[in-house]
């Protein structure tokens, strides 16, 4: 599929994933698209970051190719490794029947029969539907000397293996990194990509995202459980509920037969929104009675 050519074609295209994408959004993302340039999505955990990847990849017909970050991941680990079981067996067969000499079994060895390509390496392929999407996700929990590795890879669509050289996509991958902010990501990484923080959606298109992701609760409902999550967004959390936990509150409440919020289904539930035992302990009882009563206020006078 090509490449949406306006904004409102951006929107439409994601929309038709179930993706609700703010034109705030859509407007860097069609940049992104139209320049080639990576774009860089900031926010809380939950708010749609990696979804907004996903969506790219399903509304274009692209193959999403995902590098999960963690502590001490290293170039080799996101790039490629050789696959040195195959290479032990070569060695024993050449060993054995007397086959091939040293040089030849060393080139043999580091060829690309023998190389595993990791997500970056994969990601420079040629892909059938095009290039594919690059996901890059949660960057800040990868250590900065991975930063300063993708600086040569964001920079020229390229990556170099010592056995094999340099090698360049035909064709640059759509990147998409995100951040949970749980560290600053270096500035000279930020300037090859655009950039957006991607925050907590407003009561209007949180209903949107809910009755497109869980289309079999009723109105009323909906608007209940998110008059519930905006209100509880407000309080005093070690971890605020994204979009993420409303739509799987919303899954748990429907396989409940739930009709209409109430306290104790409320404390019954909170394990769905809330995924800290002191958050679960401060909200639990008089609170969460205090934030439905709240929110149903509030839903009457809107």
């Known amino acids: ?10 929107q439409a295209m994601l ?9 705030e959004l859509a407007i860097v993302v069609f940049l992104s698209l139209k320049l080639g340039r990576p774009l860089f999505l900031e926010g809380e955990a ?11 990849a ?11 970050c963690y502590e001490g991941l290293d170039a080799n680990s996101a790039v490629y490794e050789w696959n040195f079981a195959a290479q032990m067996v070569a060695i024993r067969t050449a060993e054995a029947t007397n086959s091939a000499d040293r040089k030849a079994l060393t080139a043999e060895l580091f060829s690309d029969e023998f190389l595993i390509r990791r997500p970056l390496l994969e990601a420079m392929q040629p892909q059938e539907g095009g290039p594919p999407v690059l996901l890059i996700d949660e960057l800040d929990r990868a250590d900065e000397p991975f930063e300063a590795f993708l600086l040569e890879a964001l920079s020229d669509f390229q990556v170099t293996i010592p056995e ?10 759509i990147v998409i990194l995100t951040s949970n902010r749980t560290r600053e990501v270096h500035d000279a990484l930020k300037r090859r990509c655009l950039y957006h923080w991607v925050d907590y959606p407003d009561f209007d298109r949180e209903m949107e995202i809910l ?44 396989a409940l037969d739930t009709i209409a919020l109430s306290p104790q289904l409320i404390a019954d539930t909170l394990g769905a929104i809330l995924k800290y ?12 009675c205090k934030i439905l009563e709240e929110a149903k206020k509030g839903l009457e006078e809107g």
């Open 277 to 288: 035992q002191d958050d679960i302990l401060k909200i639990a009882g008089s609170e969460a």
């Open 15 to 23: 929309a038709e994933t179930g993706y609700i994408c703010p034109r």
């Open 46 to 56: 939950g708010v749609g970051k990696t979804e907004i990847a996903k969506a790219l």
């Open 211 to 254: 009755q497109s992701r869980a289309p079999e609760a009723t109105e009323a409902l909906s608007r209940e459980i998110v008059a519930f999550v905006q209100r509880l967004r407000s309080e005093d959390l070690f971890k605020k509920p994204g979009v993420a936990e409303t739509i799987d509150w919303a899954k748990c409440l429907l």
């Open 58 to 68: 399903k509304g274009l017909g692209r193959r999403l190719i995902r590098l999960q």
């Open 164 to 173: 094999l050289g340099t090698i360049k996509a035909a064709e640059p991958p």
């Open 1 to 10: 599929m090509p490449l949406p050519d306006t904004i409102e074609a951006t």
